[in-house]
C-alpha cells in the first residue's frame, strides 16, 4: 500500500501521488510511484470568515489541502480568491474561522501565540512582494538579522552566494535593483534553513526579466535545499515551472493538478 505521499523516482515535475487534490478537473496519471515523502501541511475544512460591521466575508469556504516535502506549488487566484488569507494561515500569521492545519505533527489551530512564534523562527520563511529591507543595512547584514537569531543558519554570504549575489554582498539596498532586493529577500528567508519557503506574489512589482531572476532564485532553493516552496501568484504562467498547481476561487479550491510538461524559468512568457 503507498503511503500518505508518494514521490515518482522517474519524474521529478510530477507532484507527490498521495497529497490530497481537488478531483474537478482531470489529472494526467503519475508515473509509478516508490519513494515515500512526508506530509508537510495536512489542511482540513478551513474556514475563514471576517466580520466587517455587519457584513461577513467569507475568504475561506472549507478548503483541504496536503502539501509534501520538497514540493514546489504555485497558488494561482484573482484578487480576492483566498490564496494570501490561506498563505498567512500556512504561515501561522492568522487563525482560521474553522478547520484545522497541521504542520507535520502540530496542530497550528491549537497553538499558543508563543508556539506559533517559535514556529514562524524556526520553520517558515517568509518573502513578500515589497522587499522590506532596512536602508542603512548591507546586503550582509540584511541577511544577518535572521542568522543571528537562528541557531542553524547559514553564513549570510553563503545564502547570497546561493541567489547569485555573493559580490553585492556590501552593497546597500539604494544600490541594488528591485530584482536583487529581492534576491537579498530571499536569502534573508532561507539563511535560517526553513523547512517550508512562503512567496507572496514575489515577482508582483517586478518587469518580466528581473522576474525571471527571482523565480530561478526560488527554484535554485527548493531544488538544492528540498525547501518545500509555495508561491501565490496571479499570473498563471508561473504555475508552468511547478510541481503542482492549486487555483482557488471565492474561497474554494478549483482545481488542484500537475503541468503535463514543466517548463524551466527560461521558457517562461508573460
Not at 466587517?52 to 480576492?80: K, N, Q, W, Y
Amino acid at each position: 500500500m503507498e503511503g500518505p505521499c508518494q514521490i515518482s523516482a522517474s519524474a521529478t515535475s510530477v507532484a507527490p501521488e498521495g497529497c490530497r487534490q481537488h478531483r474537478s478537473t482531470y489529472i494526467e496519471p503519475a508515473p509509478a510511484l516508490t519513494t515515500p515523502a512526508p506530509t508537510v501541511f495536512r489542511v482540513q475544512g478551513l474556514t475563514k470568515v471576517y466580520s466587517m460591521g455587519e457584513v461577513f466575508v467569507h475568504a475561506l469556504r472549507g478548503v483541504d489541502l496536503e502539501i509534501c516535502t520538497g514540493e514546489f506549488v504555485v497558488l494561482l487566484g484573482h484578487s480576492g480568491s483566498g490564496k494570501s488569507t490561506l498563505l498567512n494561515m500556512l504561515g501561522g500569521l492568522d487563525q482560521p474561522t474553522a478547520g484545522s492545519i497541521h504542520f507535520r505533527d502540530q496542530d497550528l489551530t491549537r497553538a499558543s501565540p508563543q508556539e506559533l512564534t517559535l514556529y514562524r523562527r524556526r520553520s517558515v520563511g517568509f518573502v513578500f512582494q515589497f522587499y522590506n529591507l532596512i536602508p542603512s543595512l548591507t546586503a550582509t547584514e540584511n541577511v544577518a538579522l535572521v542568522t543571528d537569531i537562528s541557531p542553524a543558519a547559514m553564513r549570510p554570504e553563503e545564502a547570497l552566494r546561493l541567489v547569485q549575489l555573493y559580490d553585492r554582498r556590501n552593497s546597500f539596498p539604494s544600490q541594488l535593483s528591485g530584482g536583487q532586493q529581492q534576491r537579498v529577500a530571499i536569502a534573508r528567508a532561507i539563511a535560517k534553513r526553513p523547512e517550508v519557503l512562503l512567496c507572496d506574489e514575489p515577482t508582483g512589482a517586478l518587469d518580466v526579466s528581473t522576474g525571471i531572476s527571482v523565480l530561478e532564485a526560488i527554484l535554485t532553493i527548493n531544488q538544492s535545499l528540498q525547501t518545500t516552496t509555495i508561491v501565490i501568484t496571479h499570473n498563471a504562467t508561473i504555475g508552468e515551472m511547478a510541481d503542482r498547481v492549486v487555483t482557488l476561487r471565492d474561497g474554494r479550491i478549483n482545481e488542484d493538478y500537475r503541468p503535463r510538461v514543466r517548463k524551466s524559468v527560461q521558457e517562461l512568457n508573460w
